[in-house]
């Protein structure tokens, strides 16, 4: 009786064997998905914590206010209202983490840092260059952290 069935059997054993294969392959493909997508978003966070909420804080503290116009500097000195604790990082802290940047983020910053870095404050100051360097960089940081954002945003959900 078993002889009669065999060729039966096989074929059920086949498509059965065929069904979990493919029921195997679609669940890995879902994990690598699903670890790809854990991967992007950590490397988003990363991105976010390390250079572009640093940057946003940097560029737009006071101390970076004062080094685009010494005048203001100047006047806050002498009214007492000069606080020099309005920035908590520091633009060389974010050198290390450069490599985060979007492509359209490196040059700007690369140009700020060179500009910093061979310029005292004040020197680097004079002209309108830096001014125009740290404007660019305002609008390129705000909009990569909303990209960025709504990048994560969409990973999550």
């Not at 985060?100 to 140009?111: D, F, I, T």
């Not at 660019?136 to 909303?146: G, M, S």
């Amino acid at each position: 009786m078993l002889n009669d069935n065999s060729g039966g059997i096989v074929a059920i054993a086949t498509v059965v064997l065929v069904v979990v294969t493919i029921v195997y392959a679609w669940l890995t493909h879902e994990t690598v998905e699903q670890s790809k997508k854990q991967q992007k978003a950590a490397y988003i966070e990363k991105q976010l914590e390390k250079l572009y909420y640093p940057l946003d804080d940097v560029i737009n503290s006071n101390y970076m206010f004062y080094l685009i116009d010494m005048n203001a500097y100047i006047e806050e000195e002498n009214l007492g209202c000069l606080n020099p604790n309005t920035k908590w990082h520091d633009i060389d802290d974010l050198v290390q983490y450069q490599h985060l940047a979007s492509s359209r983020l490196e040059k700007p910053l690369n140009e700020l840092l060179e500009m910093l870095r061979k310029f005292n404050p004040q020197e680097a100051a004079e002209g309108t260059h830096l001014k125009h360097c740290v404007n660019e960089l305002k609008q390129i940081v705000a909009q990569d952290i909303k990209e960025l954002k709504e990048e994560l945003h969409n990973l999550n959900y």
